[in-house]
């Protein structure tokens, strides 16, 4: 190594820390003290040329000029005895941080905004002219804030006019992000960091590579005459619409790439835009079950009653409210789907169910048919056309107690003691077989489906081939489950929730609420909140268990509460609607909505509020 800790380099940066090296420069951690902050510096080796070096400031200079929210920002260039260059200090980790993909509303949007942030980053840096040319996760870095910071523009150029560079400069890029024409030294431009970025996005959705070998060399001869994995193979919560632009990104020839970044952050915008309808609608925004919406009523305390319709019967535990292209479901006690105008609570159709419907309705949207798919009572699990409500396929024999949207297939679990994916088309892609009986529906993370049996085993399934992953004993769970970074929210029916660390396989913490827990725990940034037949609701740490706040409801609990835009809403068996600070604990607003008990969490429709009672009263709030 070139400098130690202490060292200090013309008399203002004093070396802190290494942060890497490659094949043309060491990169370290600095503080400069002129400007009393920490910065990255990253000096070329010494092997360069005189004539190299003068382009490489050259470089610099012209990387220094531009000025982009998605860059790593230059703040000054090296002129004595060392070659280095002086930039802004990005510890957020690397773009491929954010996957595998999860289709949970927060982890959605986190990755689509980040990915829209690159790809017009891209956009901005060709129009002026620049390639990149070695497009890899180190060099798409992320803010504490998981805003990414593109690094290095330019200076792969200049390693092309070097002859004594390492293995990686003579191919001129990373061989697992390397365009096809890359790799037989053809033309390089804008298109070929358009590929580059989506070998990037196909890591950070699957943990995989599109191409992989045993050398370099079989790695290049796959990027050219190799067919890439659709990556949602790899992962089957990727949507179909994404898929597509990924393989589109990674097509051999240029031409059938997306023209440029802006057009690829223009299609990742409508697939967002796309998927974000779908997820609002299902129930606790996404198949994680941590309850959190982005957006809700903008003025919670100042709530008001929009409207207010009296159906036959209302929605019973464990059934809720779901929505579909921005209408609301409901699956009745009185074995019936009604759709509601949310504008004015107006009746739009009514379907016949078999029996009483006993699961959160799902709706998906394929080829452009919408269809609806729901469980009941009797165990049958149906679809239904959308919006006809016409009977497309109904089976009888499922025996089922859940079901959960998996992209374009759905997870079923059921009391034959089985997990199946299923297709629309109702073709069994995989099924999973246990001893015992499942109790509830199941729950999903990153690439694995999480199903709980009746006699109280936690059954982990890959999500793509259906393998049984682990099985472990955790008691009486009648609620269901949420994950949020690697952490399984266990609700034990006779009030204890743990945590369990899905990697090391442990619990890390244990929290007695002292009452049943019917309620599934939602979490929300770095808190969990349980609330338990007793009447209290819980805030804790998510990493350590420890108390925030709590609240004494005054009413039993069976139904989830949800967070939305930071605020949380609640039902009660006492027929209370309450909102509270989800930081504070702050009760915001209250109101009564019949004499009949709630067990349906509330649903969150843009700004409106929707609330459903077991006697069939349903009132909107704005």
């Known amino acids: 190594m070139l400098f130690k800790i202490g060292d200090e380099l013309d008399n203002r940066y004093r070396i802190s820390g290494n942060l890497g090296q490659g094949g043309m420069a060491y990169v370290f951690r600095a503080y400069d003290k002129h400007l009393d902050r920490e910065v990255a510096l990253k000096m070329l080796r010494p092997h360069l040329t005189e004539a190299d070096e003068e382009r490489f400031r050259r470089e610099i200079k012209a990387l220094a000029r531009l000025s982009h929210p998605g860059i790593v920002s230059i703040f000054d260039l090296g002129?004595?005895?060392?070659?280095?260059?002086?930039?802004?200090?990005?510890?957020?980790?690397?773009?491929?941080?954010?996957?595998?993909?999860?289709?949970?509303?927060?982890?959605?949007?986190?990755?689509?905004?980040?990915?829209?942030?690159?790809?017009?980053?891209?956009?901005?840096?060709?129009?002026?002219?620049?390639?990149?040319?070695?497009?890899?996760?180190?060099?798409?870095?992320?803010?504490?804030?998981?805003?990414?910071?593109?690094?290095?523009?330019?200076?792969?150029?200049?390693?092309?006019?070097?002859?004594?560079?390492?293995?990686?400069?003579?191919?001129?890029?990373?061989?697992?992000?390397?365009?096809?024409?890359?790799?037989?030294?053809?033309?390089?431009?804008?298109?070929?960091?358009?590929?580059?970025?989506?070998?990037?996005?196909?890591?950070?959705?699957?943990?995989?590579?599109?191409?992989?070998a045993e050398n370099d060399q079989a790695v290049l001869y796959q990027h050219v005459y190799g067919d890439v994995v659709p990556p949602n193979q790899h992962n089957p919560h990727i949507p179909l619409s994404l898929s597509r632009l990924i393989v589109a990104l990674l097509a051999k020839s240029p031409k059938e790439r997306p023209a440029s970044g802006y057009q690829l952050a223009y299609a990742l915008r409508s697939i967002r835009h796309e998927l974000e309808a779908l997820t609002l609608g299902q129930r606790l925004a996404g198949p994680s079950q941590r309850g959190v919406l982005p957006y809700g009523p903008s003025a919670p305390p100042l709530l008001e009653a929009l409207w207010q319709v009296n159906l036959r019967s209302g929605p019973q535990w464990p059934s809720s409210l779901s929505a579909a292209e921005g209408f609301i479901l409901l699956g009745l006690r009185s074995e019936e789907l009604v759709v509601l105008h949310p504008s004015n609570g107006q009746l739009i159709s009514r379907f016949e169910a078999d029996d009483e419907v006993n699961s959160p309705i799902v709706y998906q949207k394929l080829s452009g048919e919408g269809q609806l798919y729901y469980t009941s009572r009797s165990g049958a699990l149906t679809a239904l056309s959308w919006p006809e409500g016409e009977l497309v396929w109904r089976d009888e024999r499922a025996r089922a107690v859940g079901l959960l949207s998996l992209s374009s297939d759905i997870i079923l679990s059921s009391t034959k003691g089985h997990v199946e994916r299923r297709s629309a088309d109702q073709s069994l892609i995989w099924r999973y077989q246990a001893e015992e009986s499942f109790i509830l529906m199941p729950s999903a993370y990153q690439q694995q489906i999480f199903a709980l049996s009746r006699e109280g085993w936690l059954h982990a399934i890959e999500a793509s081939s259906g393998k049984g992953l682990f099985k472990i004993k955790v008691g009486n769970v009648v609620a269901q489950p949420s994950i949020k970074e690697g952490l399984l929210l266990l609700p034990e029916r006779g009030g204890e929730l743990h945590a369990f660390d899905l990697e090391k396989r442990e619990v890390v913490w244990s929290y007695d609420t002292e009452g049943q827990l019917w309620a599934s725990p939602i979490i929300w940034q770095r808190f969990v909140y349980a609330v338990s037949w007793s009447g209290v609701l819980y805030c804790m740490s998510l990493k350590?268990?420890?108390?925030?706040?709590?609240?004494?409801?005054?009413?039993?609990?069976?139904?989830?509460?949800?967070?939305?835009?930071?605020?949380?809403?609640?039902?009660?068996?006492?027929?209370?609607?309450?909102?509270?600070?989800?930081?504070?604990?702050?009760?915001?607003?209250?109101d009564i909505i019949s004499t009949s008990p709630i067990q349906a969490s509330p649903l969150v429709l843009g700004d409106k509020l929707i609330v459903a009672a077991l006697d069939g009263t349903v009132k909107a709030y704005v």
């Open 79 to 212: 002129r004595g005895e060392h070659v280095y260059f002086v930039m802004e200090l990005v510890e957020g980790g690397l773009f491929t941080d954010l996957g595998p993909y999860e289709p949970d509303l927060e982890a959605m949007q986190t990755f689509f905004e980040a990915a829209i942030s690159v790809a017009e980053t891209l956009g901005y840096v060709h129009q002026h002219g620049m390639v990149h040319r070695d497009l890899t996760p180190r060099n798409i870095l992320l803010s504490p804030q998981l805003r990414p910071k593109v690094m290095d523009f330019g200076l792969v150029q200049l390693a092309e006019t070097s002859k004594q560079l390492t293995r990686t400069g003579i191919t001129l890029g990373t061989p697992q992000y390397m365009a096809p024409e890359q790799a037989r030294g053809g033309q390089i431009a804008a298109h070929t960091d358009l590929y580059a970025f989506g070998a990037v996005l196909y890591k950070a959705l699957t943990g995989k590579t599109p191409f992989d």
């Open 544 to 590: 350590t268990g420890d108390d925030v706040w709590q609240v004494d409801l005054g009413s039993k609990v069976t139904a989830t509460p949800i967070i939305a835009s930071g605020v949380l809403y609640l039902v009660t068996e006492s027929s209370d609607i309450l909102a509270f600070d989800a930081r504070t604990g702050k009760r915001l607003f209250h």
